[in-house]
C-alpha cells in the first residue's frame, strides 16, 4: 500500500534522441578555468514549471536506458556523473552499465542537436546501504567511458561540502523532462523544464509528512534527505525528473542542494518533494572518485547561509488547506456554472479552474460540426454565482468516448478570460484515482446539465454513500470482484434517509453527486437520467476522469483525500465477489461475515390492525409474503388494517439504513380447493427502494437450493423484536413423512435445530426458513405452520402463482440436481411411524445424519 503513492520519479520513456554521436574526449590543451563548476553561459529564469532557457543549466544531462529517456542527473566532473541509484537497482538488483548512455548539452529531446553529445557509461556506483528510495541514500555515481566536452552547454556544477549550509527558504531551481503533470508526460518538443522550488526545514517537512495521507500514509524522514516545494502543493517534480539536480545560487555560483528521489503524487498539497541532500554524501563521492582529474568541485562556502526565514526544530508548521470546495452552506455552490446557448436550455456544470467548467458532453454533441467542434462557440456564455457578466467561451474539449460511454458523458469548457476566485466564485474539489469515498459519507445531489430542479423540498438532496459491496452487488455485474478501497470504483451509490415522496417523479432530472470531507465539498459523480420515477441509485464515479482534466485544464483542484477515519470496524479490504443476479437483477445480498447489528434487508414487520405483528419476507419492490394464519383470522374474510415496516432492528438504532414503512392494500391468496392455504402476498401502497434496509429476497424454482447452509430467522422477543438466527437442517422427505405420517399437508417441510438453537426464536409470529445458496445468495425456502416449531409451508409449490400475481419475484436461474436422491419404498421404521415429534427419537436421528441435508 505504501508503493500505491510512493512515486520514485523514473516513469517516462521516450523515443531514441535522432542524430545523437559520439566524439572525443576533453582535449589535453583546454584550459584549466573551463573546468569551473556552476556558472552557465545563460541566467534568465521563469519561474515554476517553464521552458527551461538554452544553456541555463548546463549540467543537466539525461540518462537512458536501451534508447530512451529514464531518468536526469548532473554532470560534476568531465568522467563523472551525479543521479538516483533508484535508476538503475531494480528488485535489489544493479542493472548492467552497459544498457545506460548519458546525453550531455541537449535542451530539446526532439530538436536539433548541435552542442549534444553522447557518452557510454562504464560504471554505476551506490552506497552500499541503499535497498529503497524510502529509506534513503538515493544517490548514485556514474563513470563515463570517456570525458565529456565541456563548452557553453556542458559545464560541471558545484557539490556542497559536509559543512555546508542551506538556509531554510533558500529558492532553488529543479529541472528535468519528467512528467508535467501526475500521469501527464511532457509534451513534445520535449523541452528541459525548470521549476523554483523551497528548501523546507526538516521540523516543518517531517510535520507535513506527519499528518495522515491517502490511506493513512505518514513518512519518517530520514538523515539525509532534503525537502522542496511549498505547502499548498501546485510546483514540483514530478515522474522521470529522478535522478536530476536541485540547485541553488550563492554568489553566481550554482551548487547541488539535492537530488530528485521521491514523492507522494506530484505537487500535492502539504507533500512536498523528497531529494536526497547531497552534503552528507561528500566523503563517500569523495572516495569513489579518487584518482580522476579533474575530479568534482566542493568550493567552500563563501558566505554564510543566504538570508531565509530561521526554523528551529520544535516549531509547529502550517498546514496549507484546500483553495476548493467550499461553500457557505450546502445548496449554495459557488462553483456552480449554467451554459448558455442560443436556442437552448440552460446546461448545468461545475467550475473547476480559474479558467474551466466541467459539464455533460450530451449537452453539445447535436450542436458539433464534423470536425467536432461547435458551430456558434463565439455566441456561448457561462453565468457563474455573483457575476452580472456572462463569461465568453473560448475553446471546447469533449472526452473522446462522451458520444458512446455514459460514463465519460463529459465536457471541458475553457473561458476567455480567468475568474478571480473569491467566496462567490470557488471551484470544486475533484477526486485523485485512488480516492475512496467512505461508506456513510454525507453527501449531496446538485443540478447537471439540462435536468429540471428538483421534485420536492431540498432534503430530497441529502444522501449518504453506500459501501463498495452494496453498490457494487446491488448495480453492478453479478459474480464480478468488488473493487477495493484505492481501486478506481465503478459506480458510487447513494441512500436517501427519508421516503420518496408519492408522486414525486425524477425521470427528467439529471444530478450531479457531491460529498463532503472534512467541510470540503468534492464532485463525486455524474449521473445522466434516472429510471423510472425514482430517484438515482448510482453515479458514474469521477476519479477515473481526474487525469484526463488535469491534462486539459493544467489546473483543475485535485485534492487528496481528507477523511480517513474508517470507525471501529474497519473497512473490508479482501477480495469479494458478488453473488448471481435474477434476471430482475440483485436479491437476496447480505454482506459476510456481516458486521453486528446489520439488517436482515428483506425480514419486514406485519403490524395487523394494532393487534399483533407478524414476520413477513420483502419479496419483490411492492410484495410481503407471509402466513396466511397471521394476517386473517380463521373464518374471517374481511381485509385488516395492516401496516409494513422493514429496515427495523427493534429498539436498537439503525445507522447501516432508514426504517419504510407502507400500507398494506390487498391480500391475495392461492386458489386451493377446499383447503386455507398457508401462504399470504400481501400488496404494499407503494414500491420499496432497493438498498441495504429494504431488499427482495431470492426464490428457488426448486424450493431449496442446492448446498449452503439454513436458518429460522424471527424474533427471541415478539416486544422487543431484535432479529435473531438459529441454524437448522432440512429433513428429507422420506424422514418428514415418516415424523409426521397422516397429518401433513402438502409440501411442508420439516427442520432439525442445531444443538441449542431450539429456543432462539418464538414461533407465534411465524418466522421465515432461509437458506444460503453456494453463490451467497439468501433464498426464501418456507414460512412457519401455525404453533410448529419445526414445521413449515414450502415455497416451492407455490413457484407459479407468485410469479403470477408478482411478476417481479426474483426467482434465481435453476441449477444442479433433485435437493435429495430418489427414495426408494423402504416403509418407515416402526418406532417412528406416526411419530408426532423429536424428542422420543432424537437417538434414532442421530444415526441417519448422512440424509439430514443442509
Not at 509528512?209 to 510546483?235: D, I, K, V, W
Not at 395487523?608 to 419483490?620: E, F, M, P, Q, S
Request: proline fraction near 11%.
Amino acid at each position: 500500500m505504501f508503493q500505491h503513492l510512493l512515486l520514485p520519479l523514473v516513469i517516462l520513456v521516450i523515443s531514441p534522441i535522432p542524430g545523437a554521436f559520439q566524439d572525443s574526449a576533453l582535449s589535453p590543451t583546454q584550459e584549466p578555468e573551463d573546468l569551473d563548476c556552476g556558472r552557465p553561459e545563460s541566467s534568465t529564469r521563469i519561474v515554476g514549471g517553464s521552458d527551461a532557457q538554452p544553456g541555463s543549466w548546463p549540467w543537466q544531462v539525461s540518462l537512458h536506458q536501451n534508447g530512451g529517456h529514464i531518468c536526469g542527473g548532473s554532470l560534476i566532473a568531465p568522467s563523472w556523473v551525479l543521479s538516483a541509484a533508484h535508476c538503475f537497482v531494480n528488485n535489489g538488483t544493479l542493472e548492467p552499465a552497459a544498457e545506460f548512455s548519458v546525453l550531455l548539452g541537449v535542451h530539446s529531446q526532439d530538436g536539433p542537436l548541435d552542442a549534444a553529445h553522447v557518452r557510454a557509461v562504464a560504471a554505476i556506483l551506490v552506497p552500499d546501504n541503499y535497498s529503497s528510495v524510502e529509506l534513503g541514500a538515493d544517490l548514485a555515481l556514474l563513470r563515463l567511458a570517456s570525458p565529456a566536452r565541456l563548452g557553453p552547454a556542458v559545464r560541471p556544477v558545484c557539490l556542497p561540502r559536509a559543512s555546508h549550509h542551506f538556509a531554510h527558504g533558500t529558492t532553488c531551481w529543479a529541472t528535468g523532462w519528467g512528467d508535467v503533470q501526475e500521469a501527464d508526460p511532457l509534451p513534445l518538443p520535449w523541452v528541459l523544464q525548470e521549476v523554483e522550488l523551497r528548501l523546507l526545514g526538516e521540523a516543518a517537512c517531517q510535520c507535513l509528512y506527519s499528518r495522515p495521507g491517502p490511506f493513512n500514509l505518514t513518512f519518517q524522514l530520514l538523515p539525509g534527505m532534503l525537502c522542496a516545494g511549498y505547502p499548498e502543493g501546485r510546483r514540483d517534480t514530478c515522474q522521470g525528473d529522478s535522478g536530476g539536480p536541485l540547485v541553488c545560487e550563492e554568489r553566481g555560483r550554482w551548487f547541488q542542494a539535492g537530488i530528485t528521489s521521491f514523492g507522494f503524487g506530484c505537487g500535492r498539497r502539504n507533500r512536498p518533494g523528497v531529494f536526497t541532500a547531497v552534503a552528507p554524501y561528500e566523503a563517500w563521492i569523495r572516495e569513489q572518485v579518487m584518482g580522476s582529474e579533474p575530479g568534482p568541485a566542493f568550493p567552500t562556502q563563501s558566505q554564510g547561509p543566504q538570508s531565509g526565514p530561521w526554523e528551529p526544530m520544535d516549531e509547529n508548521c502550517t498546514i496549507a488547506l484546500p483553495e476548493c470546495g467550499k461553500a457557505q452552506r450546502p445548496g449554495a455552490w459557488p462553483w456552480e456554472a449554467q451554459v448558455i446557448v442560443p436556442g437552448s436550455r440552460p446546461c448545468h456544470g461545475a467550475l473547476v479552474s480559474e479558467s474551466w467548467v466541467l459539464a455533460p458532453a450530451s449537452c453539445f454533441l447535436d450542436r458539433s460540426s464534423s470536425d467536432g467542434q461547435p458551430r456558434d462557440l463565439d455566441n456561448w456564455r457561462v453565468l457563474l454565482p455573483s457575476r452580472l457578466r456572462a463569461e465568453q467561451v473560448t475553446r471546447f474539449v469533449p472526452h473522446e468516448n462522451a458520444s458512446w460511454d455514459h460514463a465519460s458523458d463529459l465536457v471541458l469548457l475553457q473561458l476567455r478570460a480567468p475568474v478571480n476566485l473569491s467566496v462567490a466564485q470557488r471551484p470544486v474539489c475533484l477526486p485523485h484515482p485512488e480516492h475512496y469515498f467512505l461508506p456513510g459519507s454525507r453527501c449531496r445531489l446538485a443540478r447537471w446539465g439540462r435536468g429540471e430542479p428538483a421534485p420536492g423540498p431540498n432534503t430530497l438532496l441529502e444522501a449518504e454513500l453506500l459501501s463498495s459491496w452494496w453498490c457494487h452487488c446491488l448495480y453492478g455485474r453479478q459474480g464480478a470482484t468488488v473493487p477495493l478501497p484505492g481501486d478506481p470504483p465503478q459506480a458510487l451509490c447513494p441512500a436517501y434517509q427519508e421516503e420518496e415522496e408519492s408522486g414525486s417523479c425524477w425521470n427528467y432530472s439529471s444530478w450531479s453527486l457531491l460529498c463532503r470531507e472534512e467541510g470540503t465539498w468534492f464532485l463525486a459523480g455524474i449521473r445522466v437520467f434516472s429510471s423510472g420515477c425514482l430517484r438515482p441509485r448510482a453515479f458514474y464515479p469521477l476519479q477515473t476522469h481526474g487525469p484526463w482534466i488535469s491534462h486539459v485544464t493544467r489546473g483543475a483542484y485535485l485534492e487528496d483525500q481528507l477523511t480517513w477515519d474508517w470507525g471501529p470496524e474497519g473497512e473490508e479490504t479482501e477480495t469479494q465477489t458478488c453473488p448471481p443476479h435474477t434476471e430482475r437483477g440483485a436479491c437476496g445480498l447480505r454482506p459476510e461475515p456481516a458486521p453486528v447489528g446489520l439488517l436482515w434487508p428483506w425480514l419486514a414487520e406485519v403490524h395487523v390492525a394494532g393487534d399483533h405483528v407478524c414476520t413477513g419476507i420483502l419479496v419483490a419492490p411492492g410484495w410481503i409474503l407471509t402466513a396466511t394464519h397471521c394476517v386473517l383470522r380463521p373464518g374471517s374474510t374481511t381485509v385488516p388494517y395492516i401496516e409494513v415496516y422493514l429496515g427495523r432492528t427493534g429498539a436498537s438504532p439503525l445507522p447501516q439504513g432508514h426504517q419504510v414503512s407502507r400500507l398494506v392494500i390487498s391480500i391475495r391468496l392461492p386458489r386451493h380447493l377446499g383447503l386455507r392455504p398457508p401462504l399470504a402476498l400481501l400488496e404494499l401502497s407503494s414500491r420499496v427502494e432497493p438498498s441495504p434496509s429494504a431488499l427482495s429476497i431470492c426464490l428457488h424454482p426448486g424450493g431449496i437450493p442446492l448446498g449452503g447452509s439454513c436458518w429460522v430467522l424471527g424474533w427471541k422477543d415478539p416486544q422487543d423484536r431484535v432479529p435473531v438466527a438459529a441454524a437448522v437442517s432440512i429433513l428429507t422427505p422420506r424422514l418428514c413423512h415418516c415424523l409426521y405420517q397422516g397429518i401433513l399437508p402438502p409440501g411442508t417441510l420439516c427442520v432439525l435445530y442445531a444443538e441449542g438453537q431450539e429456543d432462539r426464536c418464538e414461533v407465534t409470529s411465524a418466522p421465515p426458513l432461509l437458506c444460503q445458496s453456494e453463490g451467497g445468495s439468501w433464498v426464501l425456502v418456507g414460512m412457519a405452520v401455525r404453533g410448529s416449531q419445526e414445521l413449515f409451508a414450502s415455497i416451492g409449490p407455490e413457484e407459479a402463482w407468485i410469479s403470477q400475481t408478482v411478476g417481479e419475484a426474483h426467482f434465481l436461474p435453476p441449477s444442479g440436481s433433485p435437493y435429495w436422491p430418489p427414495e426408494g419404498s423402504n416403509p418407515c421404521p416402526l418406532d417412528m411411524a406416526g411419530a408426532s415429534g423429536f424428542p422420543p427419537i432424537a437417538l434414532f436421528l442421530l444415526l441417519l445424519t448422512p440424509l439430514i441435508q443442509g
